[in-house]
């Protein structure tokens, strides 16, 4: 690792998490969906009251990974909370959010977040973890493979007014 950490967010860093996401999650999803279905997510999912109120939440842990000035590299959210039907396992945790901005894909941030988030999720006694990615994102799916994750089932995710379908990865932690 050369000139970047994995940290927790902090409540004052709202402003620029909103910016990173809104722009990450856009270029990662935009060539494959309505520009109007993204906006209208990005309206609701990544606005700065929408960050502040994550970074607020008890159920909700944000680890950023930055560089040496804190720009943000990329982030990811563990989110505690009720898992679909098909994560039977005892104390899971949904890796809710990752993301990497694209000049860093393939530099090892993604790999050290992945870590640091598994790190994170054991000291707060999850068992197992679990996510839901999109069925048309064979990027993701693939290096979620490399962690361990298998498909377990599907659910309905909704992308501004119309409904995709996630798959439901998980891995044990221990």
């Not at 860093?104 to 996510?131: E, K, N, Y």
Request: glycine residues 6%; contains cysteine.
């Amino acid at each position: 690792m050369t000139g970047w950490t994995v940290r927790p967010a902090e409540a004052r860093e709202a402003a620029a998490l909103t910016a990173f996401g809104r722009r990450v999650f856009a270029a990662t999803f935009a060539p494959d969906n309505e520009a109007c279905q993204l906006e209208r997510y990005l309206a609701t999912e990544y606005t700065l009251e929408a960050q502040a109120s994550e970074l607020a939440d008890p159920a909700i842990m944000t680890l950023l990974a930055c560089d040496g000035a804190d720009t943000i590299l990329g982030f990811a959210q563990l989110h505690r909370g009720v898992p679909p039907l098909c994560v039977a396992d005892a104390e899971p945790i949904e890796l809710w959010r990752f993301y990497v901005d694209q000049p860093w894909h393939g530099q090892g941030v993604a790999s050290v977040l992945m870590q640091a988030v598994r790190d994170t999720a054991v000291d707060g006694a999850a068992r197992t973890m679990w996510l839901g990615v999109w069925e048309r994102n064979p990027r993701a799916q693939a290096f979620y493979r490399t962690f361990g994750f298998t498909p377990v089932g599907t659910r309905s995710f909704v992308f501004g007014t119309k409904s995709q379908t996630d798959q439901i990865w998980m891995r044990e932690l221990h």
